[in-house]
């Protein structure tokens, strides 16, 4: 079985510091790993994914995630947090063998304190 | 132009009312997803359709049942409701799950069974 954990409920960054939001996973075999935005009263957005190759992966609006394979981490960053960042954050993860369903983490609210 | 697209976008009921929820892509993709999005923002899957042929089907009551005319709609029919089916209801959308692709969500439908 595969899981996602997002171990921080909420976290408050000051704006223009760099921010960190952590995600772990576990799957059986190689993971596909995902993050997610989602602002008030919409929709999930996709931010960047890792599939293969290079550990640090970069995605839209600035944000970047490191893979850990030894850790089983996959953290989303930011080297400067803007107000406009403040909203929900999804990590996600399936096995790459076969076809698999994407198993959502909890959600980590971020608020950038202006 | 809308990519995914959900309506209604609010729906009011009484415990015991059958209703529907539809859902359109225009991305070109062939699978479509309905997630549950609880009071807590937990994202759970409920079903899944790649070309018209449902490969996802989470533990979710019988009341609950999903229809693909064509693989740019999957709608959504709830019998019966119940007040614990209120939630927000997203649909998604992404290219075949095999090549890991992000996916795409809709707006949502907020649910409340009163």
């Known amino acids: 079985a595969q899981s996602v954990a997002q171990p921080e409920d909420q976290v408050n960054v000051a704006e223009g510091n760099p921010l960190t939001v952590k995600c772990t996973y576990s799957?059986?075999?190689?993971?596909?790993l995902f993050w997610y935005v989602q602002y008030p009263n919409r929709g999930l957005q996709f931010l960047l994914k890792?599939?293969?190759?290079?550990?640090l992966v970069k995605g839209s609006y600035g944000f970047e995630a490191e893979f850990n394979k030894s850790q089983t981490s996959f953290h989303l960053k930011k080297p400067s947090a803007l107000v406009s960042d403040s909203a929900l954050y999804f990590c996600?993860?399936?096995?790459?063998?076969?076809?698999?369903?994407?198993?959502f983490g909890t959600g980590t609210k971020l608020q950038v304190i202006p | 132009d809308t990519a995914v697209s959900q309506t209604p976008k609010y729906l009011v009921t009484q415990m015991g009312n059958d209703k529907s929820i539809k859902c359109e892509q225009n991305?070109?993709?062939?699978?479509m997803y309905w997630y549950k999005q609880d009071s807590k923002k937990f994202l759970k899957i409920m079903f899944s359709y790649n070309n018209k042929e449902l490969i996802i089907n989470e533990t979710v009551p019988n009341r609950f049942s999903p229809k693909s005319p064509d693989k740019a709609h999957l709608n959504l029919h709830i019998n019966s409701l119940e007040l614990g089916d209120s939630a927000v209801y997203f649909c998604?959308?992404?290219?075949?799950?095999?090549?890991?692709?992000?996916?795409?969500f809709g707006p949502g439908t907020r649910l409340t069974v009163l």
């Open positions: 890792y599939i293969t190759g290079d550990n």
């Open positions: 799957v059986s075999g190689n993971p596909y």
């Open positions: 991305l070109g993709h062939d699978t």
């Open positions: 998604a959308s992404s290219h075949h799950p095999d090549r890991a692709r992000e996916q795409f």
């Open positions: 996600a993860v399936r096995d790459s063998g076969g076809y698999q369903k994407v198993t």
